[in-house]
């Protein structure tokens, strides 16, 4: 049992460039989401899913975009990165919206 | 929305010594309190969660206490040991949309430091 695990684990990306953030959960949770962690900013919402098919903005989501095209992926673009993308993306998903499972992060550096 | 704001922002304690974490929240309707620990390098992990219907809730060494009338809500670690050094984050639940608790929002986080 994985929990939720987060492909990749760091990056760097040039002003401009494209990625897509992965997230899996072998839960069968229904609620998904996708946090930045900035320093002194503690985790902030950016989008979140609350089951397949569906999505939702957060606190902070200009920039990014998800899809949520299976129920155990949640996955976040960046269409064209900027420095202030720049960050610690954290994934989590949960029963309800109980009692998260955060994933082990995943730093991207944008130049 | 809802707003989360967590005070000390650093905490040094001696081993042995007690440690209080205090949350303030906005949204009345919130219904759902969390705390996690993060270690260096990993995701945060939960420790303790509180719902509005109850004051207080204890596991071992770690209690959370909730005052829904101040709209407050601490977390308490005693006896505390090195392995107690993170971040500790509380969150809140934005209102209980959709009779579901869908989303949190996180305070800033303090940083624990447990000296031996």
């Known amino acids: 049992n994985a929990g939720v695990t987060q492909t990749p684990k760091f990056r760097v990306l040039k002003t401009g460039q494209s990625m897509t953030l992965l997230c899996a959960q072998d839960m069968n949770h229904e609620y998904m989401y996708w946090y930045r962690q900035d320093p002194g900013m503690g985790l902030r919402l950016i989008h979140y899913?609350?089951?397949?098919?569906?999505?939702a903005k957060g606190e902070v989501p200009d920039g990014y975009n998800v899809s949520r095209l299976k129920k155990q992926n949640f996955l976040l673009g960046l269409e064209s990165a900027a420095p202030s993308q720049t960050s610690v993306y954290f994934c989590?998903?949960?029963?309800?919206?109980?009692?998260?499972?955060f994933g082990s992060g995943t730093r991207l550096t944008v130049v | 929305g809802e707003n989360v704001e967590q005070h000390p922002s650093t905490l040094s304690v001696q081993e042995g010594d007690s440690a209080v974490i205090k949350c303030t929240y906005s949204?009345?309707?919130?219904?759902?309190f969390p705390w996690y620990k993060q270690e260096l390098g990993k995701g945060p992990q939960l420790i303790i969660d509180i719902r509005s219907n109850v004051g207080e809730k204890k596991d071992q060494r770690i209690a959370v206490t909730l005052n829904k009338t101040a709209k407050h809500f601490s977390l308490h670690i005693t006896e505390t040991q090195p392995e107690d050094s993170a971040v500790y984050f509380c969150a809140a639940t934005e209102g209980a949309i959709s009779g579901g608790y869908n989303k949190l929002i996180f305070g800033a986080g303090t940083r624990l430091a447990v000296h031996p």
């Open positions: 949204d009345s309707a919130s219904n759902y």
């Open positions: 989590a998903s949960s029963f309800a919206g109980v009692g998260y499972t």
């Open positions: 899913s609350v089951g397949e098919g569906t999505t």
